[in-house]
């Protein structure tokens, strides 16, 4: 490694801020984001509810509905539930499909907590719609990827629409604006035989 003087880093400095300036000011675009969280590593969900958090900071409405999830307290419910005039917080699933073990059941529960993402994504007084572990139901064929592709072509223009779950498909990562692939390097569950904890996975 080459070490430079205070002065040579000052001048490197100035110059790389030149450029990232000249890059910034290029991008004159607004418009609302469909963004995909994907990938078998954690944070997939922890990335789109900080995004929701972000948001509500700036004082705009958010939706959030979760597939899938709904069959246990979590502590951003219990967050977002002390922000009722920005936030809508529906967890609407049954719990994971292998503790439901009732396709049809699924299938119903899925249908409603995307009916409920729809009306939000209408309504222009949402400005961030998440659909939580939508992925997952659209890998398992409890919604036609048709209905999601439909929905978000005909979103309001500054609308944002975060989408969490495994397994992304490429028809909706080809519509996406933003997809970031969580890795997964290591993890205590499978490792260490780590439970989930409160304030951690939920």
């Given at each position: 490694?080459?070490?430079?003087t205070?002065?040579q880093?000052?001048?490197?400095?100035?110059?790389?801020?030149a450029?990232?300036?000249?890059?910034?000011a290029s991008?004159?675009?607004?418009k609302?984001?469909?963004?995909?969280?994907?990938?078998?590593?954690k944070?997939?969900?922890?990335?789109?509810?900080?995004?929701?958090?972000?948001?509500i900071?700036?004082?705009?409405?958010?939706?959030?509905?979760?597939?899938?999830?709904?069959?246990?307290?979590?502590?951003?419910?219990?967050?977002?539930?002390?922000?009722?005039?920005?936030v809508?917080?529906?967890?609407?699933?049954?719990g994971?499909?292998?503790?439901?073990?009732?396709?049809?059941?699924?299938?119903?529960s899925?249908?409603?907590?995307?009916?409920?993402?729809?009306?939000?994504?209408?309504d222009?007084?949402?400005?961030?719609?998440?659909a939580?572990e939508?992925?997952?139901?659209?890998r398992?064929?409890?919604l036609?990827?048709?209905?999601?592709?439909?929905?978000?072509?005909?979103?309001?223009?500054?609308?944002h629409?975060?989408?969490?779950?495994?397994?992304?498909p490429?028809g909706?990562?080809?519509v996406?604006?933003l997809v970031?692939?969580?890795?997964?390097?290591?993890?205590?569950?499978?490792?260490?035989?780590v439970?989930?904890q409160?304030?951690?996975?939920f």
């Amino acid at each position: 490694m080459v070490e430079r003087t205070d002065e040579q880093h000052a001048q490197k400095m100035k110059k790389r801020q030149a450029a990232q300036a000249k890059i910034v000011a290029s991008k004159t675009l607004e418009k609302g984001l469909v963004v995909v969280h994907t990938g078998t590593g954690k944070g997939k969900t922890t990335a789109a509810l900080g995004m929701a958090i972000r948001a509500i900071g700036h004082g705009k409405k958010v939706g959030i509905v979760q597939f899938v999830k709904g069959a246990m307290a979590t502590g951003e419910k219990a967050v977002f539930d002390r922000f009722p005039d920005l936030v809508e917080f529906l967890p609407m699933g049954d719990g994971f499909t292998w503790d439901t073990q009732d396709r049809a059941q699924d299938i119903a529960s899925t249908r409603r907590a995307w009916n409920e993402v729809k009306r939000m994504i209408a309504d222009p007084s949402y400005a961030m719609v998440v659909a939580d572990e939508l992925n997952i139901v659209l890998r398992y064929d409890y919604l036609p990827l048709s209905d999601v592709l439909e929905a978000l072509a005909a979103k309001p223009a500054m609308t944002h629409v975060v989408i969490t779950g495994r397994n992304a498909p490429e028809g909706l990562i080809a519509v996406a604006d933003l997809v970031t692939e969580m890795g997964l390097v290591k993890h205590p569950f499978r490792e260490q035989g780590v439970k989930a904890q409160a304030g951690v996975e939920f």
